[in-house]
């Protein structure tokens, strides 16, 4: 891996609502090398609150003989623009003021983190993509990016991804978008603003997350005389104080946001007409107990993209299923 670089857009991003960012970072980490045809990218799209690290947070798809080989591949990751991991986002600067964005931060779509990636594509001067891969958000991201420039990618692989939000996900993210206003340190402009509220956040996150079958198998009691102090309840703070050590509510704020926008359809007529205009080769990967963007979402990308494949990976994980379900999704990539 090189050193996570920083790409900088030092002339104004017009966003698609048309509010103005004066300038914009992306961070983003390569693997592998190039060659000389430059027809061997790989280009991976992270999901809500990873990063451009691919190699620590997908490792076992990472390595010799596997799907992200760089030996074989130049692979690269770009951090999410409005994440927290060296792209612009709502702790950043604004060169305008000179202070943090905070709650200023405009809003943006799913449409406009591809939009970014595709003026990084262009700075790096990648004439095509061989593989573009993502999962939930990634793969919203993917779809949109593949929908306005489908010249440019010969295959994808989308995991557990939409053409649109649900209501059902919108709903969740609104209710975690609640538990940190509910902080009452939410509405100052600092760094560490919402953070109790985040820890809440992320633990309503999880119930999406996962099911009912992994938290009975998982977190189940041993002891039937116990009255407190439950497994369910230390895994649910557990990972609610994970996320608040390596994560910021304004970030969480923005792409949840970003996810509730996800619709290709918006400004080209239709979902449907918006797929058809994918000219890659698609893989559809669903997971069967994701209750967040479940199965029949899939159903739907792969009824309109022109040249689809579907598949259904069976994990007991939910939703985390495409992060976690390797062998499979191997065995996927490479038919």
Not at 242 to 251: G, Y
């Amino acid at each position: 891996m090189t050193e996570p670089c920083i790409f900088r857009l030092q002339t104004p991003f017009i966003l698609e609502s048309g509010a103005i960012l004066p300038e914009i970072e992306l961070a983003y980490c390569t693997y592998g090398k190039l060659n000389t045809e430059k027809n061997n990218v790989i280009w991976v799209i992270h999901a809500l609150t990873a990063n451009a690290e691919v190699a620590d947070w997908w490792s076992g798809l990472f390595g010799s003989g596997k799907m992200l080989d760089p030996d074989k591949y130049f692979i690269i990751c770009a951090n999410n623009l409005g994440s927290c991991y060296g792209s612009t986002g709502a702790l950043s600067l604004n060169p305008q003021t000179q202070e943090p964005y905070f709650h200023n931060f405009p809003a943006i779509t799913t449409r406009d983190m591809a939009r970014a990636l595709e003026v990084l594509r262009k700075y790096l001067a990648l004439p095509s993509i061989r593989y573009l891969v993502g999962g939930s958000l990634g793969g919203q991201i993917a779809l949109e990016w593949a929908i306005e420039q489908n010249e440019i990618f010969e295959n994808l692989l989308i995991l557990a991804t939409n053409a649109f939000h649900s209501p059902w996900g919108i709903a969740f993210n609104e209710t975690q978008r609640m538990a940190i206003q509910a902080d009452a340190s939410w509405q100052y402009a600092h760094p560490q603003a919402g953070m109790m509220g985040l820890k809440a956040a992320r633990a309503i996150a999880l119930l999406s997350y996962r099911n009912i079958e992994i938290y009975n198998l998982k977190q189940q009691e041993n002891d039937i005389e116990k009255t407190d102090n439950y497994k369910a309840s230390s895994y649910q703070q557990y990972q609610g104080e994970k996320l608040i050590r390596r994560f910021n509510a304004f970030s969480y704020w923005t792409l949840t946001k970003a996810m509730d926008s996800h619709h290709v359809g918006r400004k080209r007529g239709s979902a449907e007409n918006a797929l058809k205009q994918i000219k890659a080769n698609v893989k559809i990967v669903g997971i069967s107990s994701d209750l967040l963007f479940p199965f029949s979402e899939q159903m739907f990308l792969a009824k309109h993209i022109p040249q689809a494949q579907l598949y259904e990976i069976n994990s007991l994980y939910g939703h985390d299923g495409f992060l976690l379900e390797f062998e499979q999704i191997q065995q996927i990539f490479e038919k």
